[in-house]
């Protein structure tokens, strides 16, 4: 269960991560020329990489400052349940078959942890805002089965800093 919140809260850094990175190569076991060892991020890439939750956006790049969308983010909880059989249909017009996140996005669906953006797409390509990724890590704790209380202190909205002026 901690490796999952681990895998979450990374998620979120590197969904939001504002630092630049060098172009120098990562190590030999990586293949990404844009993460190098000394990156504050670089144990954070070698694990998701390592355990196959995300493998770059190209053979050689990870793309660490780049924009994470709602393809991405669906795919990596997919993954991190290990790839899961599919119990329901595609139900998204804009969403290919066979594509790279069909898979992510039909089982996403189907555990009410995404909804769509209406007219009956999902937007796979867009990319995903704080408002929809705080809706699906909360959806997909919900589905985990995580109690979320708003009564615990460490939950409470008064402590986000954008949310008190």
Known sequence: MKKRILSILLICCMVFSLF????LAASSDMPFTDV???DWFYKEVCYV??????QG???????????????????IL???????SLMNDNIFTDVEPGSWYEKAVVW?????IVAGV?????????????????TILFRYCKFMGYVL????????????ADLES
């Open 36 to 38: 190098k060892t000394t």
């Open 78 to 84: 997919y993954r991190l349940e290990g790839e899961p």
């Open 118 to 134: 209406g007219d009956g797409k999902f937007d796979p390509y867009a990319p995903v805002t704080r408002e929809q990724l705080a």
């Open 20 to 23: 630049p990175v060098s172009a």
């Open 49 to 54: 990489y390592d355990e196959a939750l995300m």
């Open 149 to 160: 209380s708003w009564a615990d202190p460490e939950l409470r909205y008064q402590r986000f």
């Open 108 to 112: 996403a669906n189907g555990k009410d």
């Open 57 to 75: 956006t190209s053979a050689t790049t990870f793309d660490p400052n780049g924009t994470t969308n709602r393809g991405m983010i669906v795919t």
